[in-house]
């Protein structure tokens, strides 16, 4: 594209190309125009950014090149970003800045951009809610558990470097991959996964199953998030069974070894 050729379109209905790196310079000051004239992105895109950026420093101390070949992450092709529309380019940009790299899943699920949003909406509306009982580690535990069941490797994988992060307990994860039965799980814990594998397997619901959470201090709204929360990764898991999706090689060691911050702030120094 001509650096000097205009770029047409609006967030909502046709939307700009990403510009590439020769126009870099007008790149930065068309997206600034940008924000300041096209609708914001949806709320629970904003929710995203901020979730993701957790993974900021983890990432950057764990990641590794191999220099091999380019990585194949999915069966269906990946587009290129100056492709995307604006507001997915620029959600996945941002992300990429906080955590150091991109997750797969973005790449992965921008084929359809359309479904797209609509993933990481209920997506945040799941995992990024600040009422009831539920902590951001435990619903982190419940994709691992429910992902096992439904042989999710991609899930598994990166919800397991979450929880660590999340629950700073860098081995329950790995012990709920092998058996969340056997795991070191509080009563609250074990409960939550009862209910939550119940739901993933399609038991039969009871009366039963709802006093066993409230039991250990959930209510009935709980129950609908834990519910919820397995029912979307069913989802989320046959999405990753038909792409092939595979987990960034960075979530393997998140979360496996403590922050050292003081020298992390000297090495910033230097």
């Known amino acids: 594209m001509d650096c000097d050729e205009k770029v047409e379109g609006k967030l909502h209905g046709r939307p ?8 870099r310079h007008l790149q930065d000051e068309r997206k600034k125009e940008r924000r300041r004239t096209s609708a914001p992105p949806p709320s629970s895109l904003l929710l995203l950014r901020g979730r993701f950026g957790v993974l900021a420093g983890t990432a950057a101390r764990h990641s590794s090149s191999s ?8 069966r269906y092709p990946v587009p290129y970003r100056k492709n995307l529309p ?41 995992m990024n809610k600040d009422t009831g009982n539920i902590t951001k580690a435990d619903r982190e535990l419940i994709v691992v558990a429910t992902s096992i069941h439904n042989r999710c490797l991609y899930c598994v994988v990166s919800h397991s470097a979450l929880h660590r992060i999340y629950s700073k307990k860098p081995t329950v994860a790995d012990q709920v991959i092998v058996n969340y039965r056997n795991a070191e799980l509080s009563p609250r814990e074990l409960a939550m996964l009862d209910f939550a594998m119940a739901v993933c397997r399609c038991d039969t619901i009871t009366e039963e ?12 709204e709980d129950a609908w998030d834990i519910a919820a929360i397995a029912a979307f990764f069913a989802m989320s898991n046959r999405l990753a069974h038909l792409t092939d999706m595979r987990p960034n090689l960075e979530f393997y060691n998140m979360g496996r070894v403590p922050r050292d911050k003081r020298k992390e702030k000297a090495e910033d120094q230097d």
């Not at 199953?209 to 009935?220: A, I, K, N, T």
């Open 86 to 126: 604006y507001d997915i380019v620029e959600l996945m940009e941002e992300v990429e800045a906080k955590g150091g790299f991109l997750p797969n899943v973005f790449k992965v699920l921008s084929h359809r951009p359309a479904e797209f949003r609509a993933f990481f909406a209920y997506y945040n509306e799941l």
């Open 209 to 220: 199953h709802f006093q066993s959470l409230e039991e250990v201090g959930f209510d009935r």
């Open 67 to 74: 220099g091999g070949p380019p990585e194949r992450i999915s």
């Open 16 to 23: 700009p190309l990403h510009l590439t790196h020769p126009c």
